[in-house]
């Protein structure tokens, strides 16, 4: 995809910084995991804005807390061994972290859903799918049998499922692997929640079926006016969704920006990596970039920047000064946490 056609199709259209009210505000998120082995630092100090109607894209590799993230705010980290360490999760102003669990079960399903990334592991295989998306109308809205049974048709009809009549007493094993994501996307979008969480929705689905995936959850939030975190190792399906972006390595945000401005000016080492491993079809013949060694183990984690093993340009002010998240410029949404970002830019 060349950068003319990403920013093109990148929903650039959108709001600015100011004249969208924040939906939902992770400051310095803590997630620790406690163990035999020690302490997981699988998300430690998290900080991004999804704003209302928009779509933050999550991106990094697998372990670097994504999923976590996403998790905790949904207060689905399994504790123990997983604890809360510190930071805040405000969404409409209150923070998630101080609700208990009957007041999380009103929320989840309601105001906040989730799509998860393998529909058939998701999805209870002894219950049909229109018991599935029955319980949760008649949970979060009050709705008898019949009514919830005619909203269960409605919501299969809704997301392009076809004769939802029948499909709505069919099990999840009866259903391609596409018409199982679709029930997941059904099912979340049931009570038309403010945010929909989305962990890796077309990881599992071949490409054709991915589009048609992405474009049902665009025109649903078209429609409803949700907001959206899209968390996904594809910087394609970033372009192509996403408003803002953040861009997480080792537990931590390195770079966030708005989607347009990452794609023609990413200055991390390791969003810059991630750009020159996409694969170049002008480049006929030769061989992939990729960005040596692996993320660290969050048990371990590297002093200073956590990059800096696999990055290029790494000094001994790296390995002893932890970089901060900083605005490019003044006032700039912008932030980078680099301490070299002149040189990342001669990368």
């Given at each position: 995809m060349s950068q003319d056609q990403r920013t093109e199709s990148a929903p650039g259209g959108a709001a600015s910084e100011g004249e969208r009210e924040a939906l939902l505000q992770i400051e310095g998120l803590r997630t620790w995991f406690h163990t035999e082995e020690g302490i997981a630092k699988a998300v430690d100090g998290v900080t991004y804005t999804v704003r209302k109607g928009e779509t933050l894209g999550v991106v990094g590799e697998s372990g670097c807390?994504?999923?976590?993230?996403?998790?905790?705010?949904?207060?689905?980290?399994?504790?123990?061994?997983?604890?809360?360490?510190?930071?805040?999760?405000l969404f409409r102003g209150e923070d998630l972290l101080e609700k208990d669990l009957e007041e999380m079960q009103k929320i989840r399903g309601n105001d906040i859903a989730m799509i998860?990334?393998?529909?058939?592991?998701?999805?209870?295989p002894v219950y049909t799918v229109?018991?599935?998306?029955?319980?949760?109308?008649?949970?979060?809205?009050?709705l008898d049998k019949v009514a919830a049974r005619e909203r269960a048709i409605e919501m299969l009809k809704r997301v392009g499922i076809p004769s939802p009549e029948q499909r709505v007493d069919e099990y999840p094993h009866q259903l391609s692997g596409g018409?199982?994501?679709?029930?997941m996307i059904a099912i979340a979008m049931a009570c038309d929640p403010a945010l929909l969480?989305?962990?890796?929705?077309?990881?599992?689905?071949?490409?054709t079926i991915q589009a048609q995936i992405l474009n049902l959850m665009r025109e649903l939030q078209e429609q409803e006016g949700m907001s959206m975190l899209l968390i996904t190792h594809d910087l394609g399906v970033v372009a192509e969704t996403a408003h803002h972006v953040a861009?997480?390595?080792?537990?931590?945000?390195?770079?966030?920006?708005?989607?347009?401005e990452l794609f023609a000016r990413p200055h991390h080492p390791y969003t810059i990596g991630l750009?020159?491993?996409?694969?170049?079809?002008?480049?006929?013949?030769?061989?992939?970039?990729?960005?040596?060694?692996?993320?660290?183990?969050?048990?371990n984690f590297p002093s200073g920047c956590r990059f800096r093993t696999r990055c290029p340009i790494?000094?001994?002010?790296?390995?002893?000064?932890?970089?901060?998240?900083?605005?490019?410029?003044?006032?700039?949404?912008?932030?980078?946490?680099?301490?070299?970002?002149?040189?990342?830019?001669?990368?």
């Open positions: 807390g994504k999923s976590v993230t996403a998790l905790s705010v949904m207060q689905l980290v399994p504790t123990p061994p997983g604890k809360f360490e510190g930071g805040r999760i998860f990334q393998e529909p058939m592991s998701a999805l209870n229109g018991d599935q998306i029955m319980e949760t109308v008649m949970l979060h809205q009050g018409m199982r994501q679709r029930v969480i989305a962990d890796e929705p077309t990881t599992a689905l071949d490409v861009v997480m390595y080792a537990g931590k945000v390195v770079e966030y920006s708005e989607v347009n750009f020159r491993s996409l694969p170049d079809l002008a480049s006929e013949g030769e061989r992939l970039n990729t960005i040596p060694g692996i993320v660290p183990s969050a048990f790494a000094t001994e002010r790296c390995a002893a000064e932890e970089p901060p998240l900083v605005p490019l410029e003044e006032g700039a949404e912008h932030t980078v946490a680099c301490h070299h970002l002149k040189e990342a830019l001669e990368l």
